[in-house]
């Protein structure tokens, strides 16, 4: 078994790490600017989903990638 610190562990850690303090810092600093913000009902969930999901935005591109190149 691989360690953490080492070789693709330490990628995979540093990825999860990474997703985890944007998907928990994001909507705070969202909420606190939205205090400032007039947006309507509408505009503020919506906006709220594209910052929730934002953390996951470069995993998705890297799996899609990925899949287009197989092989690499």
Known sequence: MKSLLNGDGR???????????????????????????????????????????LPGLPWAVSAIFNRLTPGR
């Open 11 to 53: 990628r995979l850690f540093l990825r999860i790490a990474i997703t985890l303090v944007l998907f928990f810092s994001v909507p705070f600093v969202y909420f606190w600017l939205g205090r400032y913000w007039d947006l309507n009902r509408f505009e503020f969930i919506a906006g709220f989903l594209f910052v929730l999901l």
